[in-house]
């Protein structure tokens, strides 16, 4: 039941014209400077899907080349590449 819940929230929020992603899926990012140090691979990210807001941040799954899994990350946290 929460699988069907999650999918039409996500859908509701993907479908908002209010909500407005800095990046698209398939762009190509760095971590932001300016963000909290986290143990992450240095180097470019890829976009794999634009989540909904959290707490009045939009974020993001991410994926390195040079890691074997995908991250979730906060808009500010993320600059183009």
């Given at each position: 039941?929460?699988?069907?819940?999650?999918?039409?929230?996500?859908?509701?929020?993907?479908?908002?014209?209010t909500?407005?992603?800095?990046?698209?899926?398939?762009?190509?990012?760095?971590?932001?400077?300016?963000?909290?140090?986290?143990?992450?691979?240095?180097?470019?990210?890829?976009?794999?899907?634009?989540?909904?807001?959290?707490?009045?941040e939009?974020?993001?799954?991410?994926?390195?080349?040079?890691?074997?899994?995908?991250?979730?990350?906060?808009?500010?946290?993320?600059?183009?590449?």
């Amino acid at each position: 039941m929460d699988d069907i819940n999650t999918g039409t929230i996500m859908r509701e929020i993907h479908e908002n014209p209010t909500v407005n992603h800095r990046f698209g899926i398939g762009d190509m990012v760095r971590l932001s400077r300016t963000g909290p140090l986290r143990n992450a691979a240095p180097g470019l990210y890829q976009i794999v899907a634009q989540l909904p807001e959290r707490e009045g941040e939009l974020q993001y799954r991410v994926k390195s080349e040079r890691e074997p899994y995908q991250r979730i990350m906060k808009e500010d946290e993320l600059e183009p590449a």
